[in-house]
């Protein structure tokens, strides 16, 4: 007895997950055949008809409402919606202006300054910067902060966004 109801509640959850997760919401292209589907519980970016920005997990309430982690919002006031790459945003806050990261290229550098005596053919070909002990590595935090603001800038500039005179939002 104990098998069948909890084989029947595993069976009944696990039918009522997926109805809740088939829902989703789509960006319709007006013109061409194109649709956009953003799965619920996924990151993305909404841009309102007032100007006001949300960020977070998609949860799809019913057939005109959605929200994004606790803001409900209705289809009709979205002006766009994009997807939100977070793992960017981190390497991209965490590396830049980081005194933990300028830290820890500083003892990293200093460890190899101390141990170049076992490997100085290698260090010699690989590193010819004739730069002082102390401007190494500022030298490579900013290349790589540098690096990292061009990545952040990049992924602003080609992440699609679907906008509302272009698209259609439905609740699939």
């Not at 920005?53 to 057939?63: F, Q």
């Not at 200093?110 to 260090?123: N, R, V």
């Amino acid at each position: 007895m104990r098998v069948i109801i909890v084989s029947l509640f595993l069976l009944l959850y696990s039918y009522s997950w997926a109805i809740v997760k088939d829902s989703v919401l789509v960006a319709a292209h007006k013109t061409r055949q194109k649709e956009v589907i953003f799965h619920q519980n996924s990151r993305i970016f909404i841009k309102l008809n007032d100007g006001s920005k949300y960020r977070g997990r998609l949860h799809i309430i019913n057939d005109s409402v959605v929200a994004v982690d606790t803001t409900i919002i209705p289809l009709s006031y979205i002006k766009f919606v994009a997807h939100d790459h977070k793992i960017v945003r981190i390497i991209f806050y965490s590396f830049l202006g980081s005194d933990i990261f300028t830290f820890l290229i500083t003892v990293i550098w200093a460890i190899l300054e101390e141990s170049k005596a076992l490997w100085q053919p290698a260090f010699t070909i690989s590193f010819s910067l004739d730069l002082p002990g102390w401007l190494v590595p500022l030298f490579f935090t900013i290349v790589l902060s540098i690096l990292t603001l061009f990545l952040g800038i990049m992924l602003r500039l080609f992440t699609k966004r679907y906008r509302k005179n272009k698209y259609n939002f439905i609740v699939r």
